[in-house]
């Protein structure tokens, strides 16, 4: 295939937010298969993501969010590497949709890692005795699916972001990974609170 034209390597930055040489690259790689590259450029994102995981992010921002009626209000704290990914608006953008998000789903942990082992035992044991009348051999699997259940109702990582509109059915994880592989930088969701009026 003929090399990519410019229009195409613009159309597919503006898509994904990707550089311009890997753009390039990827529609190459794809044999001008806009779709495909696409594709290539998310998988490519999420792999350099994983080893920007491994880096310091110190800088960030406290994002913050109430709701129309006032009666509902969260305090984010979302970190990166550099102060200019800080001042930048996908990653402000990133941190209003986000902290939008916990007041809507009112998680309680930011990572699984968060929950602390004796509540996991405690709702395993009750989706355990839930299960003791179906058969023996299939009593654990459904324990562990309700157990995933219920930590995507807790987890802040693992829910699905409130705007499907916006988001179509991404989870808060892939989201972070995205903006990590959008901005170059490693993303940290540090902490939240939320406050609810009565609550």
């Excluded at 921002?61 to 109430?66: G, M, N, P, Q, W």
Aim: charged letters at 30%; a negative charge; hydrophobic letters at 40%.
């Amino acid at each position: 295939m003929a090399a990519p034209s410019a229009a195409e390597v613009k159309q597919l930055r503006e898509t994904t937010g990707a550089g311009m040489m890997d753009c390039k690259r990827a529609l190459a790689e794809t044999d001008g298969d806009f779709e495909a590259a696409i594709e290539l450029l998310r998988v490519k994102g999420q792999a350099q993501a994983a080893k920007r995981g491994e880096r310091d992010a110190a800088e960030g921002v406290i994002a913050s969010y109430i709701h129309a009626n006032g009666k509902i209000g969260v305090l984010l704290e979302i970190n990166c590497e550099t102060d200019f990914v800080a001042r930048n608006e996908d990653f402000s953008e990133f941190a209003r949709d986000i902290a939008l998000h916990i007041a809507a789903a009112a998680p309680l942990y930011v990572s699984e890692d968060e929950v602390p082992e004796d509540a996991k035992a405690a709702e395993r044991k009750i989706f355990e005795e839930q299960a003791a009348d179906k058969p023996e051999d299939i009593r654990a699997k459904i324990a562990d699916g309700k157990l995933n259940k219920w930590l995507e109702e807790i987890v802040l990582l693992k829910q699905t972001h409130v705007n499907g509109d916006k988001f179509e059915g991404q989870t808060i994880e892939q989201i972070r990974t995205a903006t990590a592989a959008k901005t170059g930088e490693n993303v940290v969701i540090k902490r939240f609170s939320r406050f609810a009026v009565g609550e």
